[in-house]
Nanobody
Framework: QVEVVESGGDLVQAGGSLRLSCAAS????????MGWYRQAPGKQRELVAS???????NYADSVRGRFIISRDNAKNTVYLEMNSLKPEDTAVYYC???????????????WGQGTQVTVSS
């Protein structure tokens, strides 16, 4: 079983910065990718940023240039550095980890419980 735990959510003023962390633990053979999603009230969950094992990153247009995703492979941890925050960034941020619990070609998707980010105007 793989456990995914996020931390770092907080209340911050517009223009401020915040750093989210997400650690995956448990029976992990390898991790294909890790990413951050967010869900605002009344909206669907959307991809914010992702990073694959080779280090290639992908960002939503709404956060490109403001957010930076990074990963520590040794710690099975992914970070999201959020800068120039806007009220529209307010949401619950979820961490996703696509991992292989054993040497199997199939990877499974694991989710954290989410961390609240609130940006005040």
């Amino acid at each position: 079983q793989v456990e995914v735990v996020e931390s770092g959510g907080d209340l911050v003023q517009a223009g401020g910065s915040l750093r989210l962390s997400c650690a995956a633990s448990g029976t992990i053979f390898s991790i294909d990718s890790m990413g951050w999603y967010r869900q605002a009230p009344g909206k669907q969950r959307e991809l914010v940023a992702s990073i694959i094992s080779g280090g290639i990153t992908n960002y939503a247009d709404s956060v490109r240039g403001r957010f930076i995703i990074s990963r520590d492979n040794a710690k099975n941890t992914v970070y999201l550095e959020m800068n120039s925050l806007k009220p529209e960034d307010t949401a619950v941020y979820y961490c996703n980890c696509n991992a292989r619990p054993n040497p199997d070609p199939k990877a499974f998707s694991y989710w954290g419980q989410g961390t609240q980010v609130t940006v005040s105007s």
